[in-house]
């Protein structure tokens, strides 16, 4: 089973301000939405509360050991651990890890490719951050560099890093 990371960062690394996304950009979220749809997605739980509602057309896998009271078709595990064993017994092919720094964290060390989206700007106040990536563990094999424009404020790179 492929696990992957579906990330948007900026240059210094911050994903998060306040339990919410730093910047509004809806090529990143078409980005995230075809890199995730039709598989499980593995959150935690400050990103489920961030998001408000389940993700269209995937399943969604909170890690949580306080939350209950979930929608129908929400699973709930109280590791990231259980909840990869339990998905890769039912046959996934591939599932995405989609957040936040906490579980980022926890997943990197056992996944296998990352989609991050660059946002060229600085944060310095972010409250939620991403794991850099290290060149000796992590090959860039994919890049999509996308200029700023009315709808999407600020520069950005799609990026596919690979274990080596
Ligand atoms: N830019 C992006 O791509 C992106 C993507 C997703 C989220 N975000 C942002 O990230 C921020 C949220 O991230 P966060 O780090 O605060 O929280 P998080 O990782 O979403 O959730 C943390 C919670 O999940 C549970 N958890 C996490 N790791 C666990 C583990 N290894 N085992 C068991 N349970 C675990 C715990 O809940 P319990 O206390 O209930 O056990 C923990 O309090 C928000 O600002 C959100 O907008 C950004």
């Known amino acids: ?30 980005f995230f939405k075809k890199m995730t749809s039709g598989m499980p997605v593995v959150m935690g739980k400050n990103t489920w509360l961030s998001l408000g509602r389940a993700l269209p057309n995937r ?10 009271n979930l929608p129908e078709g929400v699973l709930i595990f109280d590791s990231l651990e259980n909840a990869i064993a339990h998905l890769k ?10 957040g936040g720094g906490q579980i980022y964290k926890a997943a990197l060390p056992f996944t296998d490719v990352v989609y991050l989206t660059r946002i060229h700007t600085i944060l310095r106040n972010g409250t939620a951050a991403f794991p850099p990536l290290s060149e000796n563990e992590w090959k860039l094999t994919w890049e999509e560099p996308h200029t700023a424009d009315e709808k999407n404020k600020f520069d950005y790179t799609f990026q596919k890093w690979e274990r080596i």
């Open 1 to 30: 089973m492929e696990i992957r990371i579906v990330v948007a960062a900026s240059e210094d690394n911050f994903i998060g301000i306040d339990n919410q996304l730093p910047w509004h950009l809806p090529e990143d979220l078409r």
């Open 59 to 68: 399943l969604n896998v909170v890690i949580s050991s306080s939350l209950n």
């Open 89 to 98: 017994s039912e046959g996934n092919e591939t599932i995405s890890i989609i």
